[in-house]
């Protein structure tokens, strides 16, 4: 039932529960509900996320596979309406017997892409036109897609020295720049570091899509520092490079501050000064296209013809005899920068030449991020995704009336104030563990002195390059920055990816057969949608923060709490990233993937540790990404990052997964319960964990690892973990903290005949992994520890009394989440009385708060806003999952009318 804001009223307990007598004969115990699918031989079809773009520079796209179907050396095919169309595939993970679990395909640039494709086994059709070629010199390599050559140098300051279109050099000299001062206001010394590449690695060689890897540091003043990843990405019958750029902070935040940091290159620039020109992206399709010597609105019309020609990007015929003599006077502007300093303001400027004062030129809200400059005879357009969601960013070129124009890509502006990542109070006084504490009580924040630090945390920044043979006219620029800002992107359909199970058992396709129903699917879509309009509302942009939601609302102020302590950004708290994932997988919806996919890049590379004494772990939620003292795996773990990889074969999210794969090693040093009241020590053990926040992380990260490349070590962790909880005496009960041994994956019962549980540890991912790790060894006694932990975690007192000899002392916290756990013990045991009750706790005790909007105006606010007054991403998140999962194991118990 829709509220007139257009969210969704919240559903009762009537809407669930019409009787409590259900019918004996139960479709339990079987696989979640799925809509058939296609066999192996037949395919799957995939389809992109927001329609059929009018063209492509190339693209990649993950596909899953049932178990046991294809061999793992399958060769396959890419057909479109008019049959086979050229496509490069290679394994991405695998199934325990080696079968092939997901494969990755790329296709190449083309100007007529099928709105729809299948995928199937078979032998792939050899590219009839342009192929990507790779020669390798004793110095360089040298790309080739069909349309450009590349040079891209093994080692030195540039990371591109040409790219060549038609014969002649379009780009030169792509390297890093990045500027440095030594205070955040009123610096009295700024330091210039260029890009010095170390080591350049083919990682792909194909006819269709080939990456290079270059990997480096900044240098500048006799210092090395800001260590740099960079990938090339080249797809045949492309104009265009996509790079990927990763950098991590290894600075000390007290000394050095960011003033910028970007990437710059070359433009040789040959034709006339009027025949020269400068264009930017705005919003909404809009550009702004200039001359560098404008003809327009001039004493002395130089015809109209030159006019057309000029405002069209082309090579202007002769001007008027009354204009030839004058040209001269007419000024050249060499100098324009965009600049998005606000996600909410962008501004124009442009200048004759250095020296010479800066005239504002245009004003906007939020541009593209796309820019050209060159000739009649060609150029360069280039951009940045996410501009202006991941502000302050810039577009600067320079001397474009000399006959090098230099442009920069800045991912940080230097127009903007330098990066401060200063931790943002000084401790307050809190110089021992008790004080620490007592801040814990107040503020919610978990504050350590030194742990709060941005060192090894990391950015990845999206960059294209389009080598073009002409100014493209404005329709086409729009296009270019259209694609940048949302590359096309192809997706298996919904059904073939839940009838594959490649993600477990744990959810279903969208079911609005019956009013109740209709009821958790349409309070499923209001909850997204919500969180969706407060990405916007609150403006959740910046260029540390894009991709991150908050954690707890603040009905007082009218906003979230940002400044309290671990109340403010939510770093994966308690799992939204899964939800945002099942609920992309059941739906297909485009924003959701998107939404998910700006959170796979910021969690993997803000909220987690690259290197220093933190590497492989993650922070909890703070008002500063990295400010909390608690260091943890469940943050950092591949739980949340295997949907987007496997989707799209993204090879930094998989460096990230293989980063994490030691973290088990950090928890000695950086004890994950060193500030919990009344914990045992740690004994003989080299760390103390637990099952969920903890291992179960863990084994989310060498399960990564085994199906990409079938390791035996991160195997043979996860089956000695499995064997070791299951063989404890009361299983999962002894598992809230166990002796951890990093070399061998050993765990040990440390409470011996007591029993203990926690209400967060089923809450980032454990519930996820073991449907998976379960269904993939088929381990029985490991099966039936999880399933005991799941009746009896929300089982009333004398029903734990009764099976575990005391209760386990976890609060009834997250009761509502827990109900998963009983629906999936209900659903294996086949047990309708366990069923009835899991959807009782789903439901809850008392009446529900509805799920709608209030509209709060001015002056009670900065501006008019629609809040939820009790929003809480921990519950939010948890309902989710609770809610898909329930659907999906017990749904069929849900009354019908």
């Known amino acids: 039932m829709a509220d007139t804001d257009g969210t969704t009223r919240g559903f009762t307990r009537r809407d669930f529960f019409r009787a409590t007598t259900l019918a004996a004969a139960l479709p339990l115990g079987r696989a979640a509900p799925a809509a058939p699918v296609a066999g192996p031989a037949d395919g799957a079809r ?75 086994p078979g032998t792939s059709r050899a590219p009839a036109g342009g192929v990507v070629t790779v020669r390798r010199d004793a110095d360089s390599h040298v790309v080739g ?86 990938r090339l990405y080249f797809y045949a019958g492309a104009a265009s490079v996509r790079i990927m750029h990763t950098f991590v902070f290894d600075g000390d935040e007290q000394r050095h501050f960011i003033r910028g940091i970007g990437l710059a290159f070359d433009v040789p620039m040959h034709d006339e000064l009027h025949d020269r020109h400068v264009r930017f992206a705005g919003a909404d399709g809009g550009v702004w296209a200039e001359g560098v010597r404008n003809l327009t609105g001039l004493r002395r019309d130089p015809g109209a013809a030159a006019r057309r020609a000029q405002l069209a990007g082309e090579r202007c015929p002769p001007v008027s005899d009354e204009v030839r003599p004058l040209l001269h006077l007419v000024p050249a502007w060499g100098d324009v920068s965009l600049s998005q300093l606000s996600a909410d303001s962008f501004r124009i400027r442009k200048r004759t030449k250095a020296g010479c004062g800066w005239v504002d030129a245009a004003w906007g809200g939020r541009a593209a991020g796309c820019g050209y400059v060159g000739g009649a005879s060609g150029g360069v357009a280039f951009g940045l995704r996410d501009f202006w969601q991941r502000h302050p960013t810039q577009l600067d070129i320079r001397d474009a009336h000399a006959d090098t124009a230099r442009a920069t890509v800045w991912m940080w502006s230097p127009d903007a104030p330098a990066m401060d990542l200063r931790f943002y109070h000084d401790g307050m006084g809190m110089d021992t563990h008790a004080q620490e504490l007592q801040g814990l009580q107040i503020t919610y924040e978990d504050y350590e002195r030194g742990y709060g630090t941005p060192a090894g945390v990391a950015r990845s920044s999206e960059i294209t390059l389009w080598a ?78 894009y991709g991150d939601i908050r954690h707890t609302y603040d009905a007082d102020r009218h906003d979230w709490r940002y400044d309290v302590g671990g109340f403010a950004w939510d770093n994966s708290e308690l799992s939204p990233d899964l939800w945002l994932w099942y609920t992309f997988l059941r739906t ?22 690259h290197l220093g004494p933190f590497a492989g772990l993650g922070s909890r939620h703070n008002v500063q990404h990295w ?9 950092s773990t591949a739980v949340y990052r295997r949907y987007y990889y496997y989707l799209t074969g993204d090879e930094r999210i998989g460096d990230v997964m293989r980063e994490v794969l030691d973290a088990d090693r950090k928890l000695d040093a950086v004890d994950p319960v060193r500030k ?33 490349s079938g390791s035996p070590r991160c195997r043979d962790k996860i089956l000695t973990g499995m064997r070791d909880i299951a063989a404890m005496p009361h299983g999962f009960f002894n598992g809230d903290r166990m002796g951890y041994e990093p070399d061998t994956g050993h765990l040990h019962d440390m409470i011996g005949a007591d029993v203990k549980a926690s209400h967060l540890n089923a809450v980032f991912g454990a519930v996820e992994i073991f449907d998976e790790l379960i269904r993939l060894t088929g381990y029985a006694a490991f099966e039936r520890a999880w399933l005991d932990y799941c009746e009896l975690f929300n089982a009333p007192v004398d029903e734990q009394r009764r099976r575990l000899g005391a209760p386990h002392g976890a ?87």
């Open 46 to 120: 995939v389809a992109w996320l927001e329609g059929r773009p009018a063209r492509i520079g190339g693209t990649t796209f993950g596909v899953p596979w049932p178990r046991g179907a294809l061999r793992k050396d399958q060769a396959f095919v890419v057909e479109g309406a008019s049959g086979p169309v050229p496509a490069q595939s290679w394994p991405l993970a695998y199934w325990p017997d080696g079968s092939l679990k997901w494969t990755a395909h790329a296709l190449g640039a083309t100007d007529k892409p099928d709105a729809a494709l299948r995928v199937r």
């Open 588 to 609: 297909g919806r485009a924003d959701v993937f998107r939404m998910g996919e700006a959170m796979v890049r910021h969690t993997s590379e803000v909220d987690t540790y």
């Open 811 to 897: 609060t009834h916290a997250l009761y509502a989440a827990h109900s998963r756990l009983t629906a999936y013990a209900a659903w294996k045991r086949r047990d309708p009385a366990l069923a009835r009750r899991a959807w009782r706790e789903f439901a809850g005790d008392g009446k529900p708060r509805p799920f709608r909007t209030v509209h709060v105006a001015p002056p009670h606010v900065l501006r008019p806003v629609d809040e939820i007054p009790w929003a809480s991403t921990n519950e939010t998140a948890q309902w989710g999952l609770a809610a898909i999962q329930n659907l999906a194991l017990i749904g069929d118990l849900l009354p019908r009318t």
């Open 468 to 545: 073009c043979d002409a100014t493209p006219p404005r329709e086409r620029f729009a296009q270019f920055a259209r694609d940048l800002q949302t590359p096309p992107q192809l997706a298996p359909a919904p059904t073939h990816l839940l009838a594959t199970a490649v993600f477990g058992t744990l959810w279903s396709l969208p079911d609005r057969s019956t009013p109740a129903r209709a009821a958790i699917e349409d309070e499923l879509d209001a909850r997204f949608d919500f969180y969706r309009r407060e990405v916007e509302q609150r403006r959740w942009y910046g260029f540390w923060d």
């Open 145 to 230: 897609t069909g349309v450009v050559d590349c040079v891209v140098p093994s080692r030195g300051p540039v990371l591109v020295h040409s790219v060549r279109r038609g014969g002649r050099d379009v780009l030169r000299n792509v390297r890093l720049v990045a500027l440095c001062d030594d205070a955040p206001e009123g610096s009295t010394r700024r330091t210039e570091f260029e890009s010095v590449v170390q080591t350049a690695t083919l990682e792909q060689e194909g006819p269709i899509r080939s990456v290079l890897r270059l990997d480096g540091k900044h240098r500048g003043a006799g210092r090395d520092w800001l260590p740099f990843t960079v």
């Open 627 to 635: 400010g909390c003292s608690a260091k943890q795996a469940r943050i």
């Open 676 to 708: 919990l009241p009344n914990v045992p020590p740690k004994g003989p053990y080299p760390a103390r964990i637990s099952f969920g926040t903890d291992w179960a992380s863990l084994a989310a990260n060498w399960l990564a690892e085994w199906e990409r």
